[in-house]
């Protein structure tokens, strides 16, 4: 199953208001804090939909509240929001956007948001370490 089928879960029921209706306001709240972030960090909501590759109204309902993330775009979302203003102490936004989807010789050419995507943000982290500490691979 892709991300395009796995777009949209109910929050567990721990987590919804006691009504049932909907995601809780702290997970509204936590969810369009990172999505506002990064998408006046990255240009736009449909750049930040095609970072995580889900559809680009997505990212518009997650603002809203319409719609939680599910757990595995979930995850990407908070890894990339993690990645981003890491890269943005670096870079000025537009290079760290760049950086995102470019090649990387840390990453055995790898793209960052694609090993952020398949295998977490542990190795984009490191890379990014590295660039701060001027290396060279």
Same mark, same amino acid.
């Given at each position: ?25 702290? +997970? ?11 998408? +006046?960090? #990255? ?6 939909? =095609? ?15 319409? +719609? ?9 979302? #908070? =890894? #990339? &929001? ?31 948001? &694609? ?7 542990? +190795? ?14």
């Amino acid at each position: 199953m892709d991300a395009m089928t796995t777009l949209a879960v109910p929050l567990p029921a721990a987590s919804r208001p006691r009504a049932g209706r909907g995601p809780g306001r702290a +997970e509204i709240n936590q969810v369009s804090q990172r999505v506002a972030f990064l998408t +006046e960090t #990255l240009g736009s909501a449909a750049a930040l939909a =095609d970072l995580l590759g889900v559809a680009r109204s997505q990212t518009t309902r997650w603002r809203q509240g319409a +719609e939680a993330p599910s757990p595995a775009v979930g995850r990407v979302l #908070l =890894d #990339l &929001d993690h990645v981003v203003a890491r890269a943005t102490c670096l870079w000025p936004a537009p290079v760290a956007k760049t950086w995102l989807i470019s090649s990387n010789a840390f990453l055995s050419g790898a793209r960052p948001v &694609d090993v952020l995507r398949s295998r977490g943000s542990t +190795e984009v982290i490191a890379a990014l370490d590295a660039a701060l500490a001027g290396a060279y691979a």
